[in-house]
């Protein structure tokens, strides 16, 4: 589903930027969609790191076969070689089991994150092993769809600002921060976007 504001900030963006009007207009009929339930959500975003989309999907349909409701007491129930054997790395493999533990045991907040700013969630969800600002910010963006996230710290953002503003050349990251001050409340919107213009097929994160 939409996200309630997705054409609002659409038409807000496409006022302000010509740049990102272009983008918009050639990638009408998709947009951002909910990722679902937190733990599933960031054990999948664990999974994903530094490997491709492909082998990503293929490593979490496995995971899905010992844990069909990828819930934390299902992976806290199952023995470290058991989640190995699906193809995770030793430490993905205990950064998964860190995250089931958080959860499990009440210190990440879930059920309080709709109602806490940006940088409080971030904050809860750095204090998990394996979890850094970058899965935060997606995590914010795809799960929570927060319509303001701006995350400096992807490549893929970086590379598309410099491809569509300064034709390629490479830029201090403060010039890219300050470009972006022009995109709020909506730099997740432009983000999304920007991503477009490298790859039209949203990527599950």
């Known amino acids: 589903m939409k996200p309630e504001y997705w054409d609002r900030a659409k038409r807000t963006l496409a006022r302000r930027d010509p740049v990102l009007a272009a983008i918009m207009r050639r990638h009408p009929r998709v947009h951002l969609l909910a990722r679902g339930e937190p733990f599933q959500t960031l054990a999948r975003a664990i999974v994903g790191q530094q490997i491709s989309v492909k082998a990503a999907q293929s490593v979490w349909n496995r995971v899905l076969e010992v844990a069909p409701g990828m819930t934390p007491a299902e992976i806290l129930a199952l023995r470290r070689p058991r989640l190995r054997a699906c193809g995770l790395s030793d430490r993905k493999t205990e950064y998964i089991a860190d995250l089931a533990r958080h959860v499990a045991e009440g210190t990440l907040h879930v059920h309080r994150w709709p109602q806490m700013d940006d940088e409080a969630v971030i904050g809860e ?67 999304w976007y920007l991503w477009r213009s490298l790859d039209p097929v949203p990527v599950e994160y």
């Open 125 to 191: 969800l750095v204090e998990v092993r394996g979890i850094g600002r970058w899965t935060a910010e997606m995590f914010l963006m795809f799960s929570l769809l927060r319509p303001d996230v701006y995350p400096l710290g992807d490549l893929g953002l970086l590379k598309a600002v410099r491809l569509n503003f300064f034709k390629g050349r490479k830029v201090p990251l403060s010039r890219i921060r300050a470009l972006g001050a022009s995109w709020q409340p909506w730099r997740s919107v432009a983000t």
